[in-house]
């Protein structure tokens, strides 16, 4: 038997003839790690990983077994933990990994591990698909975020200061080792977070998925490990089709992955008591508010997804926030055309459609947000940021 193979089945993702890559999930497969690096990456001598100081200590044990699982193909592993949060993912945080990726002097077969969420992710892309004009780059998320969505589909992306992800591109890793064993580690406001995008699948594309939700609430926030598993494949099987059939959102088939986004990343980027997942399922909440107005969808359907996010403890209102500073973010929205905005609103659970809605009809619907008392996270609210 080759030693340098694998038994853990990938799920392929293919996004033209010369770009196809592995996605490995499982839970406990980290000592796996270097096998399956060295079968798809069999020239390289050098990694350099790139994490944040929260995650470098809190699952040392796991950078061990990848060092070592790595030495054990001849592969060095260098480590290098920048410091957390969304502030990193900025112009300085990229010239920090400039900077660390010269003064090792990493060549075109050195690789970049991005071990972290989807700051981690998007910055280390980033970093590594422009240093040397393009370095191989290998994902290992530790969030249920960025396992169940943004570590797949090739975005990378920094923010600039009051509006995110609009410097950035598309950037394929070589593969992806997704270990649902880094989720037990989470606290429980970021697993709720990461939920939001798990909602977000089920609403947009698997109503079974919405049922299972539904029926799974209590066993996802014990951390049931099967149960994690499941639905991280689950949702990483609906990304990768999505992304396969339009994998530089060139057509509307993509953007339905945006559902939640264009109020949530506004509501992010200007009040940071939100993380990601909470902005998020704000921002699908005002979306199933349009199309019940717009006549697209039940009013029933809207309940269940408020009655779900809120059930998982996510945010579904945006009390104590002005309306007037979200406008300005969410009029530089990539899916701005003109004087419009493009939403991604729900006709049932389980689909969706794409509607251009006039910008003056904006006011109304963060209005229905700031006065719909329901849950909002506290001012003072903390969570250990991961990624």
Known sequence: MDSTKSKIEPIWTTIDEKTTYPIYIGTDIIPEFG????????????????TNQTI??????????????????????????????????SYWGLGMLYDFFAEHQLDRQSVI????????????????????????????????IAQAD??????????????????GGFYHPKMICIDASFLQTLNVRELRAGLAEVVKYAVIMDSELFNYLEANVENIIAKDPEVLEKIVRR????????????????????????????????????????????????GMVAASYLAVKTEIL??????????LLSRIGLPTNALGVSIDPLLQPMLHDKKRRGNTLRFVLPTKIGDITIKDVPKN????????LVEKRVFSPSEDATATDEG
């Open 35 to 50: 096998t399956l690096f060295k079968e798809h990456l069999p020239r390289c001598s050098q990694a350099l990983l790139v």
């Open 56 to 89: 470098e200590e809190v699952h040392a044990a796991k950078i061990s077994q990848i060092s070592e699982s790595l030495a054990n193909m001849g592969v060095d592993l260098i480590v290098e933990a920048i410091p957390e949060g969304e502030r990193t993912k």
């Open 113 to 144: 591990i991005a071990m972290g969420g989807g700051v981690i992710g998007d910055l280390a892309g980033f970093a590594a698909s422009t240093f040397l004009r393009g370095l191989p780059l290998v994902h290992i998320p530790t969030t249920l």
């Open 150 to 167: 943004s570590s797949l589909g090739g975005k990378v992306a920094i923010n600039l200061a009051r509006v995110k992800n609009i410097v």
């Open 235 to 282: 949702c990483c099987e609906h990304k990768i089709a999505v992304v396969e059939e339009d994998p530089e959102e060139r057509t509307d088939r993509r953007a339905i992955l945006n559902y939640g986004h264009t109020i949530g990343h506004a509501l992010e980027s200007l009040y940071h008591k939100y993380l990601h997942g909470e902005a998020v399922s704000v």
């Open 298 to 307: 039940p009013p029933a359907d809207a309940e269940r997804q408020s009655e």
């Open 361 to 368: 009809d904006l006011p109304d619907l963060l209005q229905y």
